[in-house]
């Protein structure tokens, strides 16, 4: 069987192609990077049509399959930014009906979770989903995903690119605040916030952008860098106690951070747990994902009627039940 799975909840438009076992034969995307500003929905959902249809192309032609080849279509159902999901989501209803092949939908979160698995073999980790839009702790429990702790506000990559916007960095901010963390010098305290496991970060980027001009770009992006992500570490650290897990698996676009993997791996070191972290194509937003979560939907709950095809802008990861890890 051949999933084709459609990624379209935020900046990226993208297409897997993906095959029962889980090898990825195809994995285009085109994501929009807007230079002076925040993503704009209209906007989004402008691109993601002008695009879709290479996308497609891209997609069959590098994974050498014809359209009609293709045995299964999955779709980003949620959470995400209502325009730009309803495009992917309208591609995938469109496949469906051309090709009479069975639809499924894929929750955003869980599919960066299951690529992550998949592509690295970690088995049953606490998950650090930190992305532009979303910061999220996660892990199985109680046969569901479960969110032990997130952003109560913006998501870590959104303040990094905010505050890379106001230092005239291009998006995405995160590399290059990346590279800047390591030259350095001097730690500027900056606020803190953990609340419970959950997590604030705008007080810290309003803290950091006022210091811009009055601290060197390496220490402010050094001390923003090391602020967030100690917080991210301390509440993974606290649900790994708590669950008593011995796996940590970071997935989402900041999951690229040479400065973030450097803080998860002292802190796995001293709890003697493990961390996984997928090659950067399967962490960013992409189709892959979507595909391969497809084939596990589609197995254990069948295919989906176009009527039950809507979208879900503020679907939450508990909110799905995963049946494929039921059935195990
Ligand atoms: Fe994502």
């Excluded at 080849?69 to 325009?83: A, V």
């Amino acid at each position: 069987m051949i999933a084709l799975g459609i990624e379209s909840t935020a900046h990226t438009f993208g297409i897997g192609i993906v095959d029962s076992k889980g090898k990825v034969l195809a994995n285009e995307k085109d994501t929009l990077k807007p230079k002076d500003k925040g993503l704009i929905p209209r906007e989004l959902a402008e691109h993601h049509f002008q695009v879709s249809e290479r996308i497609l192309r891209q997609a069959l032609d590098k994974a050498e399959v014809k359209l009609s080849e293709i045995d299964l279509i999955g779709f980003s159902q949620g959470p995400g930014i209502g325009n730009a999901l309803r495009i992917g989501a309208t591609v995938g209803r469109a496949l469906s009906l051309k090709l009479n092949k069975p639809l499924a939908p894929v929750n955003h979160c869980i599919a960066h979770i299951e690529i992550g698995k998949k592509k690295t073999k970690a088995k049953d980790p606490v998950v650090v989903y930190a992305s532009g839009a979303n910061t999220q702790i996660i892990t199985l429990s109680n046969e569901r995903y479960r969110i032990f702790g997130e952003t109560l506000d913006i998501g870590i990559g959104n303040m990094m690119d905010s505050f890379g916007r106001e230092l005239g960095l291009g998006f995405p901010a995160g590399p290059i605040l990346d590279q800047w963390y390591f030259l350095g010098k001097k730690y500027i305290p900056l606020p803190y916030t953990v609340k419970g496991s959950d997590l604030v970060f705008s007080g810290l980027q309003t803290a950091a952008e006022r210091m811009i001009g009055k601290e060197t770009q390496e220490d402010l992006a050094y001390s923003l860098l090391h602020t967030g992500f100690a917080m991210l570490t301390e509440v993974t650290e606290r649900v790994l106690a708590h669950t008593g897990k011995k796996e940590v698996l970071l997935v989402g676009g900041v999951a690229a951070s040479k400065a973030l993997n450097q803080m998860m791996d002292t802190m796995c070191e001293e709890r003697n747990a493990k961390k996984f972290v997928p090659e950067v194509q399967f962490c960013t937003d992409n189709g892959a994902m979507i595909a391969w979560t497809t084939h596990l939907v589609y197995k254990s709950q069948g295919k989906i009627s176009i009527k039950e095809s809507e979208i879900k802008p503020k679907q939450r990861t508990d909110d799905v039940v995963p049946k494929w890890i039921q059935k195990k």
